[in-house]
Nanobody
């Protein structure tokens, strides 16, 4: 049984930083893309970043490409996202996701496994 467990969300002022984590279990590391999606109230879920598990290819959505960094610890089957220079518009529930296929495509319909989400709130 695959489980994705997020942690590390919270509240921060604009310009601040947060790191969120996603620990995977039951997943064949190296066979999946993993990434982060976010959903703000009243908005659709959108892709933020992805990484090839066991590899080094990453993809970022334009709004975060110069501020967020996705990384992984293969030994811990864990993916991280360091979020710097946070803005109020980054406020959302952040979901860890795993899917097979093209990791560069951040499309929620392709996701096979979801985490429960972790809230990130950025105040101005």
């Amino acid at each position: 049984q695959v489980q994705l467990v997020e942690s590390g969300g919270g509240s921060v002022q604009a310009g601040g930083s947060l790191r969120i984590s996603c620990a995977a279990s039951g997943l064949t590391w190296g066979s999946y893309c993993m990434g982060w999606f976010r959903q703000a109230p009243g908005k659709e879920r959108e892709g933020v970043a992805s990484i090839v598990t066991g590899g080094d290819s990453t993809v970022y959505a334009d709004p975060v490409s110069d501020r967020f960094t996705i990384s992984q610890d293969n030994a811990k089957s864990t993916v991280y996202m360091q979020m710097n220079s946070l803005k109020p518009e980054d406020t959302a529930m952040y979901f860890c996701a795993a899917w097979r296929g093209l990791c560069r495509i951040l499309n929620s319909t392709r996701v096979k496994y979801w985490g429960q989400g972790t809230q990130v709130t950025v105040s101005s």
